[in-house]
Nanobody, 127 residues
């Protein structure tokens, strides 16, 4: 059984930083493209960062470029999202996703029916 577990959410002040972590079990971690998605109240889920199975390429939407950094350690089966320069607009539930659809060179990233999702970790940024 596949389990995806996030940690590291919490409260931060605007301009601050948070580090999210994700572990996955029940599958071969290194086989899959992975990512972080978020959903704010009343909004659709959106991708904020993805990484190829090897870690060789990444995807960031404009809202995350220059502020968020995704990384993975396949040996430790860990995915990390470092978030800096946080703003209140970053407030959302953040989800780790395993087996995302990932465009060549990081051109796009999306969840699909076969994506495995964690339960989410809440990030709240105060102004």
């Amino acid at each position: 059984q596949v389990q995806v577990v996030e940690s590291g959410g919490g409260l931060a002040q605007a301009g601050g930083s948070l580090r999210l972590s994700c572990t996955a079990s029940g599958l071969t971690f290194a086989d899959y493209n992975m990512g972080w998605f978020r959903q704010a109240p009343g909004k659709e889920r959106e991708g904020v960062s993805c990484i190829s199975w090897s870690g060789g390429s990444t995807y960031y939407p404009d809202s995350a470029k220059g502020r968020f950094t995704i990384s993975r350690d396949n040996a430790k089966k860990t995915l990390v999202l470092q978030m800096n320069s946080l703003t209140p607009e970053d407030t959302a539930m953040y989800y780790c996703a395993v087996k995302v659809q990932y465009g060549d060179g990081g051109s796009f990233c999306r969840g699909v029916l076969s994506t495995y999702w964690g339960q989410g970790t809440l990030v709240t940024v105060s102004s």
